[in-house]
């Protein structure tokens, strides 16, 4: 299996610009977690999708932030405006039985966002 | 309070030594633990599930105490290859999908 794929690997934007994050989860899990990692708050959950239905978005930050997950194998975290302050490392993971099982999350190589 | 503290390090050891330390949790609930190993500008991946007690696995050694909701992980035999920061992962309760991140234990084995 190639594992979680995300694109792209690095994104460096202008404030204001929108930002389109991607990622494919590992074929027959069904579960699957936006996070964020910065140095000062660590990794974050952001949103979280179970059989391609958001679950819970509680942690994501505010309007600015959308993601979906229009089938199976697809997700897409959206950030419209982009602000310096969202700069981090985007992160998805996906798992079968919501990660709770041995086998935890598999993460993804994560997208490396900065906004200038 | 943190759901999940650690002691950020970092535990600087030779090639060689034994380094264990530890995570505090906070919900008295979370039934299964995961330690995830983090390389520098790396996703993190899945070290080991820590259930009952603790788990084994080669020179990697997981303890549950949860009279005092900490879990330890000790390494044996450090190799340079253990150089990584490793996270201490809790679920929020029982049936919890949301896991609470530690911030990590930097550890760095020197030749």
């Known amino acids: 299996d190639a594992g979680v794929i995300q694109s792209p690997r690095h994104e460096v934007t202008e404030m204001g610009q929108e930002v389109t994050l991607r990622c494919k989860p590992i074929?027959?899990?069904?579960?699957l977690f936006w996070y964020r990692q910065t140095m000062m708050r660590g990794l974050e959950l952001l949103i979280y999708?179970?059989?391609?239905?958001?679950?819970?978005d509680s942690g994501m930050p505010e309007d600015r932030f959308s993601a979906k997950m229009p089938n199976a194998s697809f997700s897409t975290l959206k950030i419209q405006p982009s602000e310096p302050r969202d700069s981090a490392v985007y992160f998805c993971?996906?798992?079968?039985?919501?990660?709770?099982?041995?086998?935890?999350?598999?993460f993804g190589s994560g997208t490396r966002l900065t906004v200038v | 309070r943190k759901e999940v503290e650690q002691d950020p390090g970092p535990f600087n050891v030779p090639e060689g030594a034994t380094v264990a330390f530890n995570c505090t949790y906070s919900?008295?609930?979370?039934?299964?633990f995961f330690w995830y190993r983090q390389d520098c500008r790396k996703e993190p991946k899945l070290l080991m599930s820590?259930?009952?007690s603790g788990n084994e696995d080669g020179r990697f050694t997981a303890q549950l105490n949860r009279a005092s909701q900490y879990i330890s992980l000790l390494i044996r035999d450090s190799k340079l290859s253990d150089s990584a920061t490793y996270l201490c992962?809790?679920?929020?309760?029982?049936?919890?999908?949301?896991?609470?991140f530690g911030a990590g234990t930097t550890v760095t084995v020197r030749a």
């Open positions: 992962v809790a679920p929020r309760g029982p049936n919890d999908y949301k896991l609470s």
């Open positions: 993971a996906s798992s079968s039985d919501r990660g709770l099982s041995g086998e935890g999350y598999t």
């Open positions: 074929s027959g899990h069904n579960s």
């Open positions: 820590v259930y009952s």
């Open positions: 919900n008295s609930a979370s039934q299964s």
């Open positions: 999708f179970n059989n391609n239905v958001p679950i819970d």
